[in-house]
């Protein structure tokens, strides 16, 4: 009997440790993939919310184009080659090219 009560007291704490490197697991996959991808989401989609009219950009499917119009949730592009307009939904937008000054000037 004491060596039953012996192995139900070491299941008890080699639960625990499965536990903790589970939890391990999980946070190491959430800094390596999750968290990464959520900031560049983020991005992404502040760089296609501060997007202005005359700006260069590269959509998903690689044209390369300059806005000509910026609506609610679609924009009006002009092609380089042959000055051809297209309207595109905002999430086709894969870069903007266009380096815009964000922070205002300190004096």
Do not use: C
Not at 3 to 30: C, D, R
Not at 35 to 41: M, V, Y
């Amino acid at each position: 009997m004491f060596s039953l009560a012996a192995k139900t007291g070491a299941a008890g704490g080699n639960i625990w440790v499965m536990l903790v490197i589970y939890a391990a697991i999980f946070a190491v996959f959430y800094f390596v993939f999750i968290r990464p991808q959520n900031k560049k989401k983020k991005e992404e989609e502040k760089m296609r919310n501060n997007l202005q009219i005359g700006d260069e950009i590269i959509t998903i499917g690689g044209f390369h184009a300059k806005v000509v119009s910026v609506k609610e949730d679609s924009i009006v592009i002009e092609s380089v080659l042959d000055h051809s307009k297209q309207k595109l939904a905002r999430w086709a937008i894969q870069s903007n090219l266009t380096v815009h000054d964000d922070a205002p000037a300190k004096k």
